[in-house]
């Protein structure tokens, strides 16, 4: 069965850290590109980070900028998101997107070839 899991996620308190992953089952993450979304409960989705297919190029919005780090290791199909500081605003589950094919850029795509189920991160006292 071709799919991404996420992993990762749990109750953490503000200012610490999580690390997640993103994991395809059935394919190897070459050539893909990889997104990370999350929605917090009454907020729509936010794109905010992705890596590239080709060149491993990486993106983050102004929110997470400096305190979250994406990397891929294809040996292992999978995309880890390293999240530090962590704020109660990060609250939110948490998903991951792949897209295949070579970009110049890998956010906003829009068109994802696969798309995991999520995982919860809360952050509270």
């Known amino acids: 069965q071709l799919q991404l899991v996420e992993s990762g996620g749990g109750l953490v308190q503000p200012g610490g850290s999580l690390r997640l992953s993103c994991t395809a089952s059935?394919?190897?993450?070459?050539?893909?590109?990889i997104t990370w979304f999350r929605q917090a409960p009454g907020k729509e989705r936010e794109e905010f980070s992705c890596i590239n297919s080709a060149d491993d190029n990486t993106y983050y919005t102004d929110s997470v900028k400096g305190r979250f780090t994406i990397s891929r290791d294809n040996a292992k199909s999978t995309v880890y998101l390293q999240m530090n500081s962590l704020k109660p605003e990060d609250t939110a589950v948490y998903y991951c997107?792949?897209?295949?094919?070579?970009?110049?850029?890998?956010?906003?795509?829009?068109?994802?070839?696969?798309r995991g189920q999520g995982t919860q991160v809360t952050v509270s006292s």
């Open positions: 997107a792949a897209t295949h094919g070579l970009f110049r850029r890998c956010q906003s795509l829009y068109e994802y070839d696969y």
């Open positions: 059935g394919f190897t993450l070459d050539y893909y590109a």
